[in-house]
């Protein structure tokens, strides 16, 4: 027995072979991140150089130690503020 499909039957939609996005808010705006993204993956996503950054992550300051084991996770909140120098 053999059935004959419609073409269009085999057509998935795009967002089918795309991960899922989370939401999390950075210095108050919604970013989006794919689930399980680690801090210094999401801060290059951002184009931001980690070595002048300090992050406070769910209202507590993150020190660096902890960064590559930190996921970001739905509705997390974090904030960023980028170190200048002058002089």
Not at 23 to 30: C, I, S, W
Not at 48 to 77: C, K, S, V
């Amino acid at each position: 027995v053999s059935f004959l499909l419609p073409s269009s039957f085999f057509l998935l939609p795009s967002s089918f072979f795309l991960p899922p996005m989370i939401k999390l808010k950075v210095n108050g705006e919604t970013e989006t991140c794919a689930p399980q993204t680690k801090l210094p993956d999401f801060l290059k996503q951002l184009n931001l150089n980690p070595r002048l950054i300090a992050i406070e992550y769910n209202g507590e300051i993150l020190h660096r130690q902890f960064w590559e084991e930190t996921e970001m996770q739905e509705g997390d909140r974090v904030e960023i503020v980028t170190i200048v120098g002058g002089g």
